[in-house]
């Protein structure tokens, strides 16, 4: 489900490809204990104002500049979280947005996991996916401040193969009660 400002993930799309069968070159640390995933969430914001990429994005800068049609790119908050599989993650977004993260189980080398992104209580996308692990999803979507929010998110587990978890149908709790935080100064 799309709608809103999110109607134009053309490029999340063609990035979610990309980095779901590219995604090592980003690895992070990898997740200790069966069935744990350690998942990373940044939050940029892309404007034209001339002031280049944000030496905190050094690793992604190169594609965030392939990607997107910007002059700068500024890391406004980075979340790191650990959940088991088939457990829900809560991440507070900038401009009242959150995104819950539920990694359901890893087959081989990729992790199945849906996200739901919310405005407040209203969810503007769903979606279900299989990422490689230390891969990197790179979304894109509405406007925020003076450009325009993207939304990178990593996922990292140490899973036997065909770990998983015989999880329900995602709760999404759309609360303030993100588990996950480690804010990063602007």
Not at 31 to 46: R, Y
Not at 126 to 155: C, F, W
Not at 160 to 179: V, W
């Amino acid at each position: 489900m799309l709608s809103g400002g999110w109607g134009n993930l053309l490029a999340a799309a063609a990035t979610l490809f990309a980095m779901a069968v590219a995604g090592p070159a980003f690895a992070g640390p990898a997740a200790t204990g069966n069935g744990n995933v350690n998942l990373h969430v940044d939050s940029v914001v892309a404007s034209d104002t001339h002031e280049g990429v944000d030496n905190r994005l050094a690793a992604m800068g190169p594609r965030l500049e392939s990607l997107f049609n910007y002059s700068t790119y500024r890391l406004i908050s980075h979340q790191d979280g650990q959940t088991q599989m088939g457990t829900l993650l809560v991440f507070n977004l900038p401009g009242g947005r959150i995104l819950d993260v539920q990694p359901h189980q890893a087959e081989g080398d990729m992790i199945d996991m849906e996200l739901v992104l919310f405005q407040g209580e209203r969810p503007l996308m769903t979606t279900d996916l299989k990422l490689r692990n230390h891969g990197i999803l790179i979304v894109g979507g509405p406007r925020y401040e003076q450009g325009m929010l993207i939304i990178s998110i990593g996922a990292d587990c140490r899973c036997p193969r065909g770990h998983g978890a015989d999880a329900s149908a995602m709760q999404p709790h759309p609360a303030s009660s993100a588990s996950a935080a480690s804010s990063v100064p602007e």
